[in-house]
C-alpha cells in the first residue's frame, strides 16, 4: 500500500506535467506562449502534489542572463583574487559530529531570533510565556496525585459516607481545576508565544531576501530558481516547526519528566524512578539512532525533489523550445527520473517509520508493564494503597503523550535542521563585492570613465579582459563593439560592480570605483539591457520602478519622452494595463521603450545600453534609435553602447573595437572605415549580409 501511494503520486505528477505540454488541440494560455505561456504552465506546476511550490518569492532578477564564457589567449592575465573563485556550495557528507555541530549552530541562530538583544518586549513575552509553560506543567502532575486521593477517600467503610462525599467532592472539584488550569494556561502560552514566532519568521526571511539581492551575479546564475524558492519554502516552514517543537514539546515534556521522577522517588522509591529514567534513555536511544539512520533517506528525498522543481520549473518556462525540438519525452524523462528518486526516497521512509514506532511502543509498554507489577505487589504487601498504584500508572502514562510527540518531533527535528541549514547557508553565502570601509558617495564631475589595465574573466583560467585599459569621454556617446565573446557586455558588468576586476583600475571621474559606495555607483548608471526584465504588474509601476517616488505625472512625462505615451493610451486600461510575468504580453520594441521610460525618470548622468536594440526589426530599431539620439540631444550625459549591429552606431563620438578583451583599434566611424581594420570588416560583412541598399554604405 505504502509502494501504491507514492507511485500514484509520482504518476499523478508525471501525467500532469506531461499534459502541461501537450494541450494544443484547442486554444489555451499554455498554447498562447508570446504572452502568458511560462506564467501559466508554472502555476500548473505549482498545483501538483508533489512539488507543494508556496513560496511566490521572485528571484529571477538575474535568470535571463548568460555569462559570457571566453577562451583563453596566449597572453598572459594576472591571476585572480581568492574572491573570483566560484561560490558554490558544495554538498559533500558530513561526519556525525560535524553534522551535530552544525545542528547547534542552526539552534543558535534560531534562538537570537527568539531573545533578541536590546528587545525586551520580545524577551518579556518569553518570560511570561515560561511562567505559563511552568505553572501548566505543575497543575499537570498533579491531577494523578488528586485522583489517588479521590480513590483512597472512596475505599474506605461506608459508614463515614457523609464525610467521604464532602472530601471526595472537594477533591474532585480540585481535579477538575486542576486540568482546566493545565489546558488554559497551556493555551495562553501558544497565545503569548505566536507573536514571537511570526516575527522570527518574519525577519529571517526578509534577512534571507535582502541577502539574495545583495549577491552577486555569479551567484544567481550558477543556481536553479526552482531548488532555491523551495530552500527557502521548507527553511521558513521548519523555523516554524522548530519554535513549536522546542517552546511547546522539548522543554515542557523535559520539565515534566524532571517533575514525575522526583515525585516517584519521594513518594514510592528509587526503583519507580529508576524504571522511568531507564525507560527514557532507552526510548532516546533507540529514537536517535534509528532517525539517524532515517535521516539520509530523508535529505535524499529533499534532493530529489529540488531537482524535480527546478527541472520542471525550468522545462515550461522554456516552454517553446522545448517545442521548437519535439523534446517533450526527453523532459519528462528528465522530471520522472527525479519523480521516482524522490518515489524510492520516501517509500524508504515510511517504512522505515514502522519499525521506529513499534521499537518505541515496545520500550514504553514494557516501563508500563513493570511499574505496574511493582505497584501492584506493593498493594499486596501493604505498603502502598490502590490510590498509589493509580498514581503511578497515571504519572508515567502520562508521559506516553509527550514521548511519542518527542519521537515524531526527532525525526521531523532531523529534516527541518537540514532545511533550516540550507535556509541559514544561504545567510553566510559569501557577498565578494563589497563596499571598503569608509567608501564614500560618488562624487560625479563631468562623468568620464576610464579603464586602467583592467585583468578580469569569469573562471580563473578563462580571462576575458586583459589589461584593458580605454577612456569614455564625458558628455560624449560611444559605442563598444567587436566579435561575439570578445568581452562588449562584461564592460557593463565590472563597471556597475557585479564583479570586481582582478587587477587594474576603473575610474569615473577620477574616483576608483572600488573606493566609493556601490549604491552610490549604480544610481549614477542607468541601463537598457538587451531583455528588458519587467515586473508582473502595470505599465505605471514597471516605469515607476525607476524612480519609486515619482509621481503619476512624472511618470507620464518620461513615457513621452520614450515616445511611448502614445501606445500606452491606446490599450483598454492605459497605464494600468498589466504587462504580464517578464513583459510577455507586450512586444518587444513597446518593452524597450517602456525600459528607456524607466531609465529616463531615474534620470543618471550615464546611461548604459546593452544591445539594446538586437532582438527587434529593422523598423522598431530605427524607431527606438531616433528616440535615444533625441533623448540625447536634450542633455548632455555619458553614454555608452554595446552594439552588434553597427549601423546603429554610426553617429558615436567614438567606437571602440574591442578583440580577446583588448582594445585593437578606436575612432569615429569614417576613421575607422578608413583604417581596413577589424571595424572595416565587420562593417562590409554586416552590409553584405543585408539589403542591396545597406552594401552602399560600405564606403565612408
Not at 83 to 109: F, G, L
Not at 190 to 196: D, G, H, R
Not at 502 to 510: H, K, V
Not at 515 to 538: A, K, M, Y
Request: proline content about 4%; glycine content about 6%; charged content about 20%.
Amino acid at each position: 500500500m505504502l509502494v501504491s501511494r507514492s507511485h500514484l503520486s509520482r504518476s499523478y505528477c508525471r501525467s500532469a506535467f506531461l499534459r502541461a505540454f501537450s494541450n494544443t488541440a484547442t486554444p489555451s494560455p499554455i498554447c498562447n506562449l508570446s504572452r502568458v505561456a511560462h506564467g501559466v504552465a508554472l502555476n500548473r506546476l505549482y498545483r501538483l502534489p508533489c512539488l507543494d511550490i508556496r513560496a511566490r518569492v521572485c528571484l529571477r532578477t538575474f535568470s535571463s542572463c548568460n555569462a559570457r564564457w571566453n577562451s583563453p589567449g596566449n597572453t598572459k592575465a594576472a591571476k585572480p583574487p581568492e574572491s573570483a573563485q566560484s561560490i558554490q556550495a558544495t554538498t559533500a557528507k558530513t561526519s556525525p559530529r560535524e553534522q551535530r555541530r552544525k545542528d547547534w549552530m542552526v539552534v543558535q541562530k534560531l534562538m537570537e531570533n527568539v531573545w533578541p538583544k536590546n528587545d525586551w518586549s520580545t524577551r518579556g513575552r518569553v518570560i511570561l510565556g515560561f511562567a505559563l509553560l511552568i505553572s501548566a506543567k505543575v497543575l499537570n502532575v498533579q491531577v494523578p496525585q488528586l485522583f489517588k486521593h479521590i480513590i483512597d477517600v472512596l475505599n474506605i467503610d461506608v459508614g463515614t459516607q457523609s464525610t467521604v462525599w464532602v472530601v471526595a467532592g472537594s477533591l474532585i472539584l480540585g481535579y477538575g481545576a486542576a486540568r482546566v488550569g493545565a489546558t488554559l494556561f497551556g493555551e495562553l502560552l501558544s497565545a503569548v508565544f505566536a507573536n514571537i514566532g511570526q516575527r522570527a519568521i518574519r525577519k529571517v526571511a526578509r534577512e534571507t531576501f535582502e541577502h539574495l539581492l545583495n549577491l552577486d551575479l555569479k551567484f544567481h546564475l550558477s543556481r536553479q530558481t526552482g531548488g532555491l524558492t523551495r530552500a527557502i519554502d521548507r527553511g521558513t516552514k521548519g523555523i516554524a516547526f522548530m519554535l513549536q517543537a522546542i517552546l511547546f514539546r522539548i522543554v515542557p515534556t523535559a520539565f515534566e519528566i524532571s517533575m514525575v521522577c522526583g515525585i516517584l522517588s519521594y513518594k514510592f522509591g528509587w526503583d519507580f524512578a529508576a524504571i522511568t529514567l531507564t525507560t527514557l534513555a532507552a526510548y532516546t536511544w533507540f529514537t536517535v539512532r534509528t532517525t539517524s539512520w532515517r535521516t539520509q533517506f530523508r535529505r535524499d528525498a529533499n534532493k530529489a525533489d529540488n531537482k524535480a522543481a527546478a527541472v520542471g520549473i525550468d522545462s515550461l518556462i522554456n516552454y517553446e523550445a522545448v517545442k521548437h525540438f519535439n523534446n517533450e519525452k526527453y523532459e519528462v524523462t528528465q522530471y520522472d527520473k527525479y519523480l521516482k528518486q524522490y518515489e524510492n526516497s520516501s517509500v524508504k521512509i515510511t517504512t522505515s517509520l514502522a519499525y521506529l514506532n513499534s521499537g518505541q511502543n515496545i520500550i514504553f509498554s514494557t516501563a508500563l508493564t513493570t511499574t505496574m507489577f511493582l505497584a501492584a505487589q506493593g498493594v499486596l504487601n501493604g505498603t502502598m494503597t490502590v490510590g498509589d498504584l493509580v498514581m503511578a500508572n497515571q504519572l508515567i502514562f502520562q508521559l506516553s503523550l509527550p514521548l511519542n510527540f518527542l519521537g515524531s518531533i526527532y525525526r521531523e527535528i532531523r529534516q527541518n535542521l537540514l532545511d533550516m541549514e540550507a535556509l541559514f547557508n544561504l545567510q553566510t553565502e559569501n557577498v565578494p563585492v563589497k563596499d571598503k570601509p569608509g567608501a564614500r558617495p560618488l562624487a560625479l564631475k563631468g562623468g568620464s570613465i576610464r579603464f586602467e589595465n583592467v585583468t578580469f574573466g569569469y573562471h580563473p583560467d578563462r580571462p576575458i579582459f586583459r589589461n584593458l585599459s580605454f577612456t569614455v569621454p564625458a558628455g560624449r556617446k560611444v559605442a563598444i563593439v567587436g566579435p561575439s565573446g570578445s568581452g562588449k557586455s562584461t564592460v557593463f558588468r565590472v563597471l556597475f560592480r557585479f564583479y570586481d576586476p582582478w587587477s587594474g583600475r576603473i575610474l569615473i571621474g577620477d574616483q576608483d570605483i572600488q573606493d566609493i559606495q556601490s549604491e552610490s555607483l549604480r544610481r549614477s548608471v542607468g541601463v537598457v539591457p538587451q531583455d528588458t526584465p519587467l515586473f508582473h504588474s502595470d505599465i505605471m509601476h514597471n516605469i515607476r520602478y525607476g524612480r519609486l517616488d515619482a509621481t503619476d505625472e512624472e511618470v507620464k512625462a518620461a513615457a513621452m519622452k520614450a515616445s511611448v505615451h502614445s501606445t500606452i493610451m491606446s490599450l483598454p486600461d492605459g497605464y494600468k494595463t498589466t504587462v504580464g510575468e517578464r513583459g510577455l504580453m507586450i512586444s518587444g520594441g513597446e518593452k524597450q521603450r517602456l525600459a528607456i521610460a524607466r531609465v529616463l525618470l531615474k534620470n543618471p548622468p550615464i546611461l548604459f545600453f546593452d544591445e539594446a536594440t538586437s532582438a527587434l526589426d529593422a523598423q522598431t530599431e530605427s524607431e527606438i534609435m531616433r528616440s535615444i539620439n533625441n533623448i540625447l540631444l536634450d542633455s548632455a550625459r555619458t553614454s555608452i553602447f554595446i552594439a552588434h549591429r553597427l549601423r546603429t552606431i554610426v553617429e558615436a563620438d567614438l567606437i571602440i573595437v574591442l578583440k580577446d578583451g583588448q582594445v585593437v583599434e578606436q575612432g569615429t566611424h569614417e576613421e575607422l572605415l578608413r583604417s581596413g581594420g577589424l571595424y572595416h570588416d565587420m562593417w562590409l560583412q554586416q552590409a553584405l549580409d543585408s539589403s542591396p541598399e545597406t552594401t552602399s554604405l560600405s564606403q565612408p
